[in-house]
């Protein structure tokens, strides 16, 4: 009759437990999140990245060198384009989205601004408390849309890819056809 002693069940737990991780070595590090994030709008929007902007966006998604390329543009919140500019690239069918700290603020000026009375029907326009790090802002009509995001911290950079594509899944569903 076998014995079963306290060093036999230690023996069996470790020969188990080091079982269990054989092969561990080819699994991916919690951290690394592994799962290809996917688009319903964003990969096939051309996008236009200004100097000054953080994220960086994955080959999937088509990008351009020039605004007049593009349907989304990506602009810092301090950026040094006027009312009037973003007035032609909104009536033109691109899609502004302001990043930073100081993103409302920017897009409040230029909503505040006669260049953008002379052409859209503003309804008046509202602070959001807290302020957004992204406004992302479109023509839909004779009006525009926005869309803003807030985190706690500085956005993590899928964060940031996930709120335009959901922007310009909104905008699109709001945009009438023709």
Same mark, same amino acid.
């Given at each position: 009759?076998?014995?079963?002693?306290?060093?036999?069940?230690?023996?069996?737990?470790?020969?188990?437990?080091?079982?269990?991780?054989?092969?561990?070595?080819?699994?991916?590090? !919690?951290?690394?999140?592994?799962?290809?994030?996917?688009?319903?709008?964003?990969?096939?929007?051309?996008?236009?990245?200004?100097?000054?902007?953080?994220?960086?966006?994955?080959?999937?998604?088509?990008?351009?060198?020039?605004?007049?390329?593009?349907?989304?543009?990506?602009?810092?919140?301090?950026?040094?384009? !006027?009312?009037?500019?973003?007035?032609?690239?909104?009536?033109?069918?691109?899609?502004?989205?302001?990043?930073?700290?100081?993103?409302?603020?920017?897009?409040?000026?230029?909503?505040?601004?006669?260049?953008?009375?002379?052409?859209?029907?503003?309804?008046?326009?509202?602070?959001?408390?807290?302020?957004?790090?992204?406004?992302?802002?479109?023509?839909?009509?004779?009006?525009?849309?926005?869309?803003?995001?807030?985190?706690?911290?500085?956005?993590?950079?899928?964060?940031?890819?996930?709120?335009?594509?959901?922007?310009?899944?909104?905008?699109?569903?709001?945009?009438?056809?023709?």
């Amino acid at each position: 009759m076998q014995q079963y002693t306290r060093r036999n069940a230690l023996r069996a737990c470790g020969i188990a437990a080091l079982s269990s991780l054989a092969g561990c070595s080819a699994l991916p590090p !919690d951290d690394q999140d592994t799962e290809q994030p996917t688009y319903e709008r964003l990969d096939v929007t051309p996008v236009y990245v200004a100097d000054g902007v953080d994220p960086s966006i994955p080959a999937e998604i088509e990008t351009v060198s020039a605004p007049h390329n593009a349907d989304l543009l990506v602009l810092p919140d301090d950026t040094n384009i !006027d009312a009037t500019q973003a007035v032609e690239w909104l009536t033109d069918d691109r899609v502004l989205a302001l990043l930073g700290e100081k993103a409302e603020t920017t897009w409040l000026s230029w909503v505040r601004s006669d260049a953008f009375r002379d052409v859209f029907d503003t309804q008046g326009y509202s602070e959001s408390e807290p302020s957004p790090t992204l406004v992302v802002g479109a023509k839909v009509g004779l009006n525009t849309t926005t869309s803003r995001y807030s985190w706690g911290d500085a956005p993590a950079n899928r964060d940031v890819l996930r709120a335009l594509d959901e922007s310009l899944v909104a905008i699109e569903n709001r945009t009438p056809t023709d």
